[in-house]
């Protein structure tokens, strides 16, 4: 492998690592944020009983915010995906460039952990709550991975194949 094979291959690696940190903090950040606010335990106006209505409202302000903060995260994770992707790809998508099997082996497997990892650390950060975003967010990382770096890796790797085929002839 060539020294323009392995710089790729370490900056797919290091933009996979900060995809799963960003999956992390985030998952950190929603796992606080997740029940602002707490459950009233007795809630009496006027001698009525007010608990129940208190606490439904609770839990609809508690969905609300969980919901915003959730779009909030997933626009942010897909925009630090697009940054650090997109120029990455297109890099990769240079006619120039020629792609080693083993090249592209390492981005199949790098987005595969990437996306396990993304998972496992962003539970882990949100203390196992707001699962739902977490899958989200991890789930949003695999198809940016999938999309702005294995398959160029997949076309660029088809491209090259193509020309051999095309010069042995």
Do not use: H
């Not at 992707?85 to 981005?107: D, F, N, Q, R």
């Not at 650390?121 to 999938?146: D, P, S, Y």
């Amino acid at each position: 492998m060539n020294k323009g094979q392995i710089v790729r291959m370490v900056t797919m690696i290091v933009i996979a690592v900060i995809l799963v940190l960003s999956v992390w903090g985030y998952g950190s950040e929603i796992g606080k944020v997740i029940n602002p606010i707490d459950y009233a335990s007795d809630m009496n106006i006027d001698g009525a009983d007010f608990t129940g209505v208190t606490n439904v409202l609770v839990v609809d302000t508690n969905v609300f915010v969980g919901f915003i903060m959730g779009m909030t995260y997933f626009i942010a994770i897909f925009i630090i995906s697009l940054i650090l992707l997109l120029p990455w790809g297109l890099v990769v998508a240079i006619k120039k460039s020629k792609i080693a099997p083993m090249e592209l082996k390492v981005a199949i497997g790098t987005g595969i952990g990437a996306t396990v990892l993304s998972l496992i650390m962003g539970l882990i950060g949100a203390r196992f709550n707001g699962v739902l975003i977490v899958l989200v967010m991890a789930l949003i990382v695999a198809i940016m991975f999938g999309l702005l770096c294995i398959l160029p890796y997949w076309l660029a790797y088809r491209r090259c194949k193509k020309a051999e085929m095309d010069y042995e002839s």
